[in-house]
T-cell receptor, first 117, second 108 residues
Framework: EPEVTQTPSHQVTQMGQEVILRCVPI?????FYWYRQILGQKVEFLVS????????KSEIFDDQFSVERPDGSNFTLKIRSTKLEDSAMYFC???????????????FGPGTRLLVL | DAKTTQPTSMDCAEGRAANLPCNHS???????VYWYRQIHSQGPQYIIH???NNETNEMASLIITEDRKSSTLILPHATLRDTAVYYC?????????FGKGTRLHILP
């Protein structure tokens, strides 16, 4: 069964460093997402991406964040200058369709646990 | 904020049916009801969705009331692996707004 994969599974970085989190969505999917979950808290939407551009972003997704689909398979989230509060689990998701009136069936990856020291 | 109300936690005996309720009284006509779950430290997992009719798949059944103001997710024979947080989602946008969900404990 096709699945979303994410690398690395864990990332430790120093505050102020840049990190790139990588995702390989399901191959025929068209919509891509990043979410994050701070330990013990809710899963929060960061950004959605369709047709090579951002569809929507949350307040969390400020100028320090960027997304890219550099080739036909990868979808990346870059944090330019990490802060302590960026420590979280980051989930990538993809969906094939966005049915009218619905979020679409999104398939999530296993996540990357980011720890900023 | 999420447009749904779910109990904070529930217990269910292993092998029994787990019935998880969700209230979504402000749902609009074109909004689907989706259920996801998150097993500890894993990515959320899609379970099922529906608009008006009851739905069943290999994981669960979804019962939506006729007025669409509430729904119930049914796991017919709960196992220990079904211990997770279950999220009921109603949204017309393409992003998922996760609430706190229901923490389901399956008891051996």
């Amino acid at each position: 069964e096709p699945e979303v994969t994410q690398t690395p599974s864990h990332q430790v970085t120093q505050m102020g460093q840049e990190v790139i989190l990588r995702c390989v969505p399901i191959s025929n999917h068209l919509y891509f997402y990043w979410y994050r979950q701070i330990l013990g808290q809710k899963v929060e939407f960061l950004v959605s991406f369709y047709n090579n551009e951002i569809s929507e972003k949350s307040e969390i997704f400020d100028d320090q964040f960027s997304v890219e689909r550099p080739d036909g398979s990868n979808f990346t989230l870059k944090i330019r200058s990490t802060k302590l509060e960026d420590s979280a689990m980051y989930f990538c998701a993809s969906s094939l369709l966005r049915p009218r009136g619905g979020v679409g069936t999104q398939y999530f990856g296993p996540g990357t646990r980011l720890l900023v020291l | 904020d999420a447009k749904t109300t779910q109990p904070t936690s529930m217990d269910c005996a292993e092998g029994r049916a787990a019935n998880l309720p969700c209230n979504h009284s402000t749902i609009s006509g074109n909004e689907y009801v989706y259920w996801y779950r998150q097993i500890h430290s894993q990515g959320p997992q899609y379970i099922i969705h529906g608009l008006k009719n009851n739905e069943t798949n290999e994981m669960a059944s979804l019962i939506i009331t006729e007025d669409r103001k509430s729904s119930t997710l049914i796991l017919p024979h709960a196992t220990l692996r079904d211990t997770a947080v279950y999220y009921c989602i109603v949204d017309g946008d393409d992003k998922i707004i996760f609430g706190k969900g229901t923490r389901l404990h399956i008891l051996p």
